[in-house]
């Protein structure tokens, strides 16, 4: 055991007398919100826009088994790929800081997101318009765990190649689902969305029957 | 990553991928207890970890500080919280999500902002 300046306090309290509590290291409270979207969606220039920080990286291991067929039979393959995260902070007063995790977009990445997911706020699914089949997957995951989520129209060159209505019905989106143009390296769209979104967080939260 | 440099990572933390108690989550905040700390008695990687935090920091954070990734920043940080070093504060709410004071408060916020 290494020295802990509380220890000595509690060794030596009188138990008659309350001791003076010794220094505490402040409570400080994390929130999340998930930026998904395919390659090149803008993700990381998206929180860049927003972020105190500029957007940092951390990586984590993940293994793959994949089943094959070869002469022998079955094959079980195990391979160790790395995914990459860009995260941004923004914090929000002292007890309260705010993480946007960018998320690869990938199928194959879904460990990932299941962990980015846990107790998040909700989700923005940036896309590209010229590739709107890249954001399908990110759609069905945030649908299927009732999460909410916004679909920001990433607007590359200051031009949009689809209206927000039209894509809505492309993707089947209800309703209820904002659907927003952004210029992802604008705060000012970057911060309307995050509003966007945590109203509906709040919609949400408000409905549900606990 | 490279291979060897995934090893070397391990090698860190004793070969121990996994914390004591649960896996931390990557938005965890980590803070630094007020006081003294005998930096002598701790590796390197950890006495790094404590001069990074002149303020709050994410796991993940710490994990790109440090170019460790992820999995080995959960150990270190772990174990500094073990020792009574650093207090770590997970999300309110836990996998519920924050409930609804907390997302009035974060509304609040970024319209401030």
Redesign the interface.
């Given at each position: 055991?290494?020295?802990?300046?509380?220890?000595a306090t509690m060794t030596l309290g009188d138990p008659g007398r309350a001791a003076a509590p010794?220094?505490?290291?402040?409570?400080?409270?994390?929130?999340?919100i998930v930026i998904a979207g395919g390659f090149a969606a803008g993700k990381t220039t998206f929180v860049d826009a927003?972020s105190e920080i500029t957007p940092?990286?951390?990586?984590?291991?993940m293994t793959q088994y994949s089943v094959g067929l070869d002469n022998a039979g079955e094959v079980r393959t195990k391979t160790?790929t790395?995914v990459a995260?860009d995260?941004g902070?923004?914090t929000?007063?002292p007890s309260?800081?705010?993480?946007l995790?960018g998320t690869p977009g990938q199928d194959r990445f879904w460990f990932m997101w299941d962990?980015?997911s846990?107790?998040?706020?909700g989700a923005v699914v940036l896309v590209d318009t010229r590739r709107l089949s890249d954001c399908f997957g990110a759609i069905d995951y945030f649908e299927r765990r009732s999460m909410p989520y916004v679909i920001a129209l990433n607007e590359f060159d200051g031009r949009l190649a689809h209206d927000p209505d039209d894509v809505r019905e492309a993707l089947a989106i209800s309703s209820a689902i904002p659907v927003m143009s952004v210029d992802a390296r604008e705060r000012v769209d970057t911060?309307n969305v995050?509003?966007e979104l945590?109203?509906l967080?709040?919609e949400r939260?408000?409905h549900r029957v606990v | 990553m490279s291979s060897t440099r995934f090893v070397r990572q391990f090698a860190l933390t004793g070969g121990r991928a996994r914390s004591l108690g649960a896996d931390l989550d990557l938005d965890a905040i980590v803070v630094r207890q007020p006081g003294e700390w005998p930096a002598s008695r701790l590796g390197p990687e950890a006495t790094t970890i404590i001069q990074l935090l002149d303020g709050p920091l994410s796991v993940a954070e710490v994990s790109a500080h440090l170019g460790v990734h992820l999995g080995i920043a959960r150990v270190l940080v772990s174990d500094l919280a073990a020792g009574g070093h650093i207090a770590v504060w997970t999300a309110e709410g836990g996998a519920n999500g924050p409930d609804l004071v907390t997302l009035e408060r974060l509304l609040d916020d970024l319209q401030s902002l």
């Open positions: 055991m290494t020295f802990s300046p509380s220890d010794p220094p505490r290291a402040p409570i400080v409270r994390p929130l999340k927003i940092l990286t951390t990586e984590a291991p160790t790395t995260m995260f902070r923004l929000l007063s309260a800081m705010l993480y995790f962990e980015l846990k107790g998040a706020v911060k995050l509003i945590v109203k967080a709040i939260r408000r | -």
